[in-house]
């Protein structure tokens, strides 16, 4: 047995990682292309706080740049709350971006949401969520009936957009070690160590001005958000970029959520398409935080690269690190439980 270890280990080491892992049950895509070859994912996660904020700037080198992890979730899920606190666990000593997204569309329990949120969820990752919650169930005749998934499943995980993990079914002995191999893969984009994002954010303060027919003072607080992505690649493969602008609330009180959770974390309120533009500016006004002063601006960038250099469709060799979480993740299963994506 130790020998098989050994080898296993060996293999792991000499062996790309191959994109197409996912396939074998590691994680699931968080993207479908029809596209042979294409790689795809999300970068950037730069925050700028915009409470009594009048001038930010936030540059991050590629190296820099922190983990993303997007959350579909809601306010009544409460396998969510098991989920999250894996994540928790697996985040603690890691510099991790988290966004989440709450359910929105005919949604009448939770309050989080917009439209906004779901339809970047459904245009980025709902391709992925429908063949990652899709199920094949033994009828009583013994036949094979395929039960169709959903685009929006909470519970949710997507790392970097690349993994994708619903449900609280696992794919390794825990969500925990799920989770922490999916951050220690990181991003596979193809872009050089000289890569650049710079986020500005600049407020103009209106002076209060006396409204005697109505007896208040009213204050207009004019944004405006820059940006310039310098994102040079060390092959001649042609790649893609598109920007986002995600108004995030810190923290949330809302204890009328039946998962009773309380306080809700990361609440993505508003998503805003910037374009495929290197650089720009957009005058925004972001959304009202639910309570309290602690609204975020958080900018990421989806990329695509119509393939690797030589034709190649792989990831980076893992470091020591990466390669005991793989390893620990090659630990056969628990028997999946019907999953309960509330």
Request: charged share 20%.
């Amino acid at each position: 047995m130790r020998r098989l270890s050994a080898l296993v280990l060996i293999a792991l080491i000499v062996m790309p990682i191959q994109a197409s892992a996912s396939t074998g049950s590691l994680w699931d895509d968080a993207r479908i292309s029809d596209e042979s070859g294409m790689l795809s994912g999300t970068i950037g996660g730069l925050s700028i706080d915009l409470s009594n904020t009048t001038y930010a700037v936030s540059t991050s080198g590629i190296l820099d740049m922190p983990r993303i992890v997007e959350v579909y979730t809601a306010t009544w899920c409460s396998n969510c709350v098991k989920t999250e606190q894996a994540l928790d666990d697996a985040t603690a000593d890691l510099e991790v971006t988290r966004i989440h997204y709450h359910r929105h569309l005919y949604e009448t329990l939770d309050p989080f949401g917009s439209n906004s949120t779901d339809s970047r969820w459904v245009e980025t990752y709902g391709a992925g969520s429908l063949l990652s919650t899709e199920r094949s169930v033994t009828s009583s005749e013994g036949g094979v009936i395929k039960i169709p998934g959903t685009e929006r499943s909470a519970p949710s995980n997507v790392f970097d957009g690349e993994r994708m993990y619903t449900g609280i079914s696992t794919k390794s002995n825990s969500l925990l070690t799920d989770y922490s191999t999916a951050l220690a893969l990181g991003s596979s984009h193809p872009f050089a160590t000289n890569g650049s994002i710079s986020l500005e954010v600049s407020a103009s303060v209106t002076l209060p001005v006396n409204n005697q027919s109505e007896n208040h003072t009213g204050e207009i607080v004019d944004y405006s958000f820059q940006w310039d992505i310098s994102l040079w690649s060390e092959a001649d493969f042609p790649w893609e970029v598109n920007s986002w602008l995600m108004f995030v609330e810190h923290n949330a009180h809302y204890p009328e959520g039946s998962n009773g959770k309380v306080n809700y974390s990361h609440v993505l309120h508003e998503a805003v398409n910037i374009g495929d533009g290197h650089e720009g500016s957009i005058a925004f006004a972001p959304p009202e935080p639910w309570d309290g002063d602690d609204m975020s601006v958080v900018m990421v960038v989806d990329w695509e690269s119509h393939g690797g250099p030589n034709g190649e469709n792989s990831l980076p060799a893992p470091g020591v690190a990466t390669l005991l979480c793989m390893l620990a993740a090659l630990v056969p299963r628990r028997q999946r439980d019907s999953e309960l994506l509330q």
